[in-house]
């Protein structure tokens, strides 16, 4: 049957591509198809002398391989970082930090994040004599990002403040150039960093000093790592009624801690902080959110090797941050200090979040740009229909919208960081501290939606390679899924921003509205901004038009408008800091392209859904309705 197969191959399309080959030639590429009477020598030897015509055969796959897209110098690369650090921040040791380490990044780090994805971490629950162990085991690249982060100072440039009002933004560029091939190691950073800035926000308890030193330390010997225990199988976003772990104290004035940890990233740290409900003297608690008070835990093994008042349960099967252990964690009888005052566990721990939310949108906007980078490289060396990608139009208009993306999502995060380097040198004005507080959720949210949109998109860009693992690109897109979900999902963070602006009694909204006025102030004279310009100030004034409104409609109608609302601050802020940026005497043509690209979109989205009745009363049945059919 094969035979004959061949044969009709050989007389057909084969022979019409090689017809000096004989019929007999192509019969050996199958050996049970051998004319009979052929020796094994015999069909060596015809082999041999077929190999010369035959492209494609056992020995050769064809003449062609793809040049896979190279990762350069992610500082030198990234025309928006220098000119942004140029502008704000133009220290010769930050310029010469960040390009020799963004070498580095390229030249040796990223193999290692990779190796982080292929070696994920394990648990061993016992030893061979089946002793309970439970040992993390994580690859040798985890580790060496361990020791890089402390010699890197990631967390401790943000503490030393070598660089005052500046640092954060300093530490955030070296962490933005850094998380994308960082093998997720940026989480337990985000997390080090949060708890440092919680322990320093409450003095320094002489019981966490050691802990603060080493969190802040660049000696990888010294170098601790912090979780952040929050979620508990009642559910991650209403931590409120969710956390059931008891702190039970003991006559030293410490804590035993005894509850269920469901969602614990970054397991093999060395401390946390964690929320628990402090018992009384009869062994009840309180509920709610004003029965939560936070604590400090070391990890620590006993002289047996048994992990310290912790099992851990099993590791997580995630779609993403597989690099990353996480864990479920019977906490039982963990020993472990109140830090803050008994029910103010959620306030105390807001510190944290803030930190790990703003660190979460370093990773974002980090991922879009690197998958930018690679994208606009490969552009240089893939061919297709007679010329490279790059020379296709509709190929880098794609790119450019990328780019635009990227641009509007990266100012949002240095403004975060800016603002966040002001409050804690001592400079934040009240308006500086208001807008910290509104922009961190919106911040957060948009830019997690985004990475997702630019990382899918970026994918296709290197068509059906996109798609295969072991390029390494589909981990960026399963990574950055996550983005948008922990550390507060969008609709969380979303109530977040209505939370805030309730609290502040509107003074939140009223320094937004202050400060882009005052960025659009700046470039009302430059008529190439004219049009950006337009669109940012008359989208911002249906939005204070829309919040009037709102201001006298019910809870539910501003639930049902949060989001949206997130989202046009979101838009609208980026179009001005778009807008400021290209107004910077050294500014180029391309930043001016980039705000006006911007700020075409819908920039008020809150007032386009308002005028189609999205918030009425009517609607929030349609909704169910339509859901639920
Ligand atoms: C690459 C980097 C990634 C980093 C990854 C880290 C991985 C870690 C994985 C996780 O741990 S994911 C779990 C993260 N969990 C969350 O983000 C929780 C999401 N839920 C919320 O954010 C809820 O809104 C919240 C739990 C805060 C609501 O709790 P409550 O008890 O209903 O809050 P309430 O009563 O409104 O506020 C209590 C106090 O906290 C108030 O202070 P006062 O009592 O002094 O008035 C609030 O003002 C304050 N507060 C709440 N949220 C705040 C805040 N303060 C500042 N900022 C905030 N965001």
Redesign the pocket.
């Known amino acids: 049957m094969s035979a004959l197969l061949n044969r009709r191959v050989a007389a057909g399309c084969c022979c019409r591509l090689w017809p000096t080959v004989s019929q007999s030639l192509v019969h050996i590429r199958t050996q049970s198809a051998a004319e009979p009477g052929t020796t094994k020598a015999d069909e060596e030897h015809l082999w041999e002398a077929a190999a010369g015509y035959l492209p494609f055969s056992r020995a050769r796959i064809g003449p062609f391989f793809q040049d896979q897209p190279v990762l350069k110098n992610p500082f030198l690369e990234d025309a928006l970082l220098k000119g942004y650090l140029r502008r704000h921040l133009p220290e010769e040791a930050v310029f010469s930090d960040l390009s020799a380490f963004g070498e580095r990044l390229a030249k040796e780090v990223d193999t290692w994040g990779r190796e982080c994805e292929v070696n994920p971490p394990r648990l061993v629950h016992f030893d061979p004599w089946g002793r309970r162990v439970d040992h993390i085991v994580t690859s040798e690249a985890w580790k060496r990002m361990k020791d890089l982060s402390a010699r890197e100072g990631l967390v401790a440039i943000g503490y030393e403040k070598l660089f005052g009002e500046w640092s954060r933004v300093y530490q955030m560029s070296k962490l933005y150039i850094y ?1 994308p091939s960082s093998g ?1 190691y ?2 337990p ?3 080090t960093d ?1 708890a440092a800035k919680v322990i320093q926000s409450i003095g320094l308890p002489p019981v966490c000093e050691e802990a603060f030193g080493r969190l802040t330390s660049r000696q990888p010997e010294r170098f601790w790592t912090s ?5 508990e199988r009642q559910g ?5 009624s969710g956390t059931e772990t008891v702190a039970v104290p003991q006559t030293d004035g410490s804590y035993k801690l005894h509850g269920f940890k469901w ?4 397991t093999d740290a060395n401390m946390s902080l964690t929320l628990a409900r402090a018992q009384d003297s009869r062994g009840a608690t309180t509920p ?3 029965g ?1 008070s936070l604590f400090y835990a070391e990890v620590s093994r006993d002289e047996d090797g048994l992990l310290r008042g912790i099992e851990v349960q099993r590791l997580k099967e995630k779609l993403g941050t597989r690099q990353m252990p ?1 864990a479920e964690l019977l906490l039982d009888g963990l020993p472990a200090h109140r830090l803050s005052e008994e029910g ?1 566990g ?6 944290m ?2 930190i ?2 703003i ?2 949108s ?3 906007v980090a991922g879009m740009r690197r998958v930018v980078l690679l994208a606009r490289d490969y552009a240089t060396r893939r061919t297709v229909f007679g010329k490279l990608l790059k020379d296709h139009p509709l190929h880098v208009q794609t790119l450019a919208r990328m780019e635009v993306e990227t641009r509007g999502a990266f100012l949002l995060v240095m403004e975060l960081c800016r603002l966040l380097g002001r409050e804690e040198s001592g400079l934040a004005s009240q308006l500086d501290a208001h807008l910290l ?1 509104l922009l ?2 919106v911040v957060k949210l948009y830019t997690g939606k985004q990475a997702v949109a630019v990382i899918s998109e970026g994918l296709e860009s290197f068509g059906g390679q996109g798609y295969i693992e072991d390029t390494g690109l589909p981990g960026m897109l399963r990574d950055a899924q ?2 948008s ?5 969008t609709n ?2 979303s ?2 921003v209505l ?2 602006v309730a ?1 502040s009694s509107g003074m939140v909204l009223h320094a937004y509205f202050t400060h882009v006025k005052s960025l659009l102030a700046g470039a009302s004279s430059v008529s190439s901004l004219t049009p950006a310009v337009k669109a940012v100030g008359g989208a911002l004034s249906e939005l204070e038009e829309f919040v009037q409104v709102a201001a006298s409609k019910g809870p539910n109608y501003l639930e049902l408008a949060s989001r949206d609302l997130a989202y046009s601050l979101a838009r609208i802020y980026a179009g001005a800091l778009l807008i400021d940026h290209a107004c910077w005497k050294e500014a180029s043509p391309h930043d001016t392209y980039a705000a006006l690209r911007w700020c075409e979109q819908d920039l008020c989205l809150v007032v386009t859904k308002q005028k189609s009745g999205c918030y009425e009363s009517s609607t929030a049945p349609l909704d169910s309705g339509l859901v639920y059919e």
């Open positions: 998380s997720l940026s989480c950073l985000a997390m949060g979780g952040q225990w929050m979620t991650g976003s209403d931590v409120g969602f614990t990233s970054a709610g959110s004003k939560l996480t103010r959620v306030a105390s721990i807001a510190n979040l803030t790990t939310r660190h979460n370093v990773s974002a507080r961190t959720p996550v983005l979900i922990w550390e507060g999902t969380v963070l109530l977040d939370r805030c609290r």
